[in-house]
């Protein structure tokens, strides 16, 4: 859990989470790398931890969150957002990046420590989730059969791949928005490096799934039909995001790592029920992704 206080210059942020203690130096770590670079963000104005836990200061950017603007933007105002939001993902994508960059905790996670969040994909890995799952209690050896199965089909899709940095975690509430225009890139805690179609995975299914992402807890995420045309308005403003052999096998194999991790390691049944049907759907050939045009 993280508070936050936002003044008229600068925001502060304290995160009393201990499952998530190092993403303030992980992020503090991803914008030093922005530095110079073309990417709108907010700056780094320090980071350090105190008895209440860590905590980040940066200057706050103008405008608000593209959540908060969305509603009441018309449609060319909407285009114009997304269209700069595609220069932010291209200048974004150029930043050189340590191959190996992982958030702490994903890290952690995949050296076997517990799973506090189920995103951002790793490609690579993905066989070790199906260890992992194999390994639980009560999930269906004969799915995980199938789903190895389908994994190995596909690592070739990736063989090659260049790493960028990728955000990660990019949806409607992480974009602030001024003037029609992105103002910045917000929360790099789950910035990575991996190829740069991977940053499309959580992009489409806020798209397709708004709903899913309230911008605070007690909140509605936006309606799915107002983002309708927001894919077609991405390729058009960065074509080269889009431009992968099949695309939307990679694009699979992104939402499999989701549902998979989330089947292996949520502590919720119901929430590893859905990721279960989810996975089945999947593994037929279809998923949230149909109902998107780009």
Do not use: K
């Amino acid at each position: 859990m993280s508070r936050a206080w936002v003044g008229d210059d600068h925001v502060v942020r304290l995160n009393t989470d201990g499952r998530f203690r190092d993403a303030y130096r992980h992020e503090a770590r991803v914008v030093d790398l922005l530095a110079g670079s073309e990417v709108p963000h907010a700056r780094r104005l320090a980071h350090g931890d105190g008895p209440d836990g860590p905590w980040y200061v940066s200057e706050r950017l103008p405008g608000r969150t593209l959540d908060d603007a969305w509603p009441a933007a018309d449609s060319h105002t909407r285009r114009s957002i997304i269209e700069s939001l595609g220069a932010a993902l291209r200048a974004l994508h150029s930043v050189p990046v340590p191959p190996d960059l992982l958030p702490p905790w994903l890290s952690g996670a995949l050296s076997g420590q517990p799973w506090p969040a189920f995103h951002p994909p790793v490609w690579s890995a993905a066989l070790r989730l199906v260890e992992a799952a194999w390994g639980s209690h009560g999930r269906d050896p004969r799915l995980l059969a199938d789903v190895a199965a389908w994994i190995q089909e596909r690592r070739e899709l990736f063989a090659g791949d260049e790493p960028v940095l990728v955000h990660g975690d990019l949806h409607g509430a992480n974009v602030i928005v001024d003037q029609g225009r992105v103002a910045g890139l917000i929360d790099f805690a789950e910035a990575l490096a991996q190829p740069a179609d991977a940053e499309l995975d959580t992009l489409l299914r806020w798209c397709a799934r708004a709903r899913e992402f309230p911008p605070t807890p007690d909140a509605q995420g936006l309606d799915e039909a107002s983002l309708a045309e927001v894919p077609g308005w991405l390729h058009g403003a960065y074509p080269e995001l889009f431009a992968r052999e099949q695309l939307r096998e990679r694009l699979n194999f992104y939402d499999l790592w989701v549902e998979l991790a989330l089947y292996a390691h949520h502590p919720r049944p119901d929430v590893r029920d859905v990721a279960h049907g989810r996975i089945v759907l999947l593994l037929s050939g279809r998923n949230h992704l149909d109902r998107l045009v780009w």
